[in-house]
């Protein structure tokens, strides 16, 4: 804590206390985004051989299959309990012109994503009519 010299105001040191609690402050946010940052860097360079890009290569074959399937314009319903895959299909679904429906009564078709080792990359895109 900064001291007051005896000739020095007292409004000098409030304002000196301000500008270290300001450049506290600002500290604190920057060193959580750096080790946030440290983190996961730390995370990519450990696990990036597996996750990352299994990930993209079933997304890109999620799309292509959309692509393949269903024509552009059809509006679709996801259906995906994950919050992350459900991200990702309704991304792949808007990249390859098809229609986002809220819900299965504004769907033309409803789609879902099936683990399948039998196919390529274990992931299998299920296509279904709407229920009317």
Known sequence: MPRQ?????????????????VAAGALVPAA???????????????GYHHRPGRDVERMEYLGAEMARRIPAGTRVFVDEPDELWRFRMTELVTV?????AVDTPGADLVLRRRSDASVPHGVALDIAPAAT
């Open 32 to 46: 959580l985004g750096a080790a946030h940052s440290a983190d996961a860097g730390a995370h990519f360079a450990i």
């Open 5 to 21: 010299d005896e000739d020095e105001p007292p409004a000098s040191l409030a304002v000196r206390l301000i500008v270290a609690a």
């Open 96 to 100: 390859h012109g098809l229609v986002l």
